[in-house]
């Protein structure tokens, strides 16, 4: 019995890991991240002092956190749960852009497409790009702010 349970525990330890692996491979944006401020391009600027975004996998899609630091000095939460069926999720908290859902679509492990609207309307859409090394997430989105306004921004953050 004890050699079953040892198994039973080696075998948890074993698969665990593999399962977050086959994660991240599914999806190479999971886990943590930090806004690289001095590589980022705000326009129109001037962009935020900083912003950490967390990944966490679900069973087909992850569930995001993101904290910023505004120009303004102001901090900020916001989140979502999404699957990865391009279908509008609502965002929790304050969207830097204003949206209150966000569609996901998984174009393969390293890229992601997204569009956040208000009601019906789009906002802006998003094209997220994982490096091969996997160190390196580039977002790019283009669109207008809640004033109407266009922006086209390209954040890159380091993974933590």
């Known amino acids: 019995m004890k050699r079953l349970l040892g198994l039973s525990t080696a075998l948890s330890l074993v698969l665990a890991p593999a399962a977050m692996l086959a994660q991240t491979q599914k999806d190479a944006h999971v886990g943590n991240w930090k806004l690289n401020v001095a590589k980022s391009k705000f326009n129109p600027g001037p962009g935020y002092k900083s912003e950490t975004r967390t990944y966490e996998p679900t069973a087909d899609g ?10 303004d000095g102001g901090t900020e939460k916001y989140g979502f749960t999404v699957k990865y069926d391009n279908k509008d999720y609502p965002v929790a908290g304050k969207d830097p852009g204003g949206a209150d859902t966000i569609a996901i679509k998984l174009v393969d492990a ?51």
């Not at 992850?62 to 505004?70: A, D, S, V």
């Not at 890229?111 to 789009?122: L, R, W």
């Not at 004033?147 to 953050?157: I, K, L, S």
């Open 110 to 160: 390293n890229n992601i497409e997204s569009t956040s609207k208000k009601g019906h309307e789009v906002l802006y859409t998003s094209k997220v790009v994982v490096s091969q090394d996997g160190k390196v997430m580039t977002i790019t989105t283009k669109g207008k702010n809640p004033d109407g306004e266009p922006f086209d921004n390209v954040q890159v953050y380091d993974r933590q």
């Open 62 to 71: 992850y569930k995001f956190q993101g904290e910023r630091l505004n120009p």
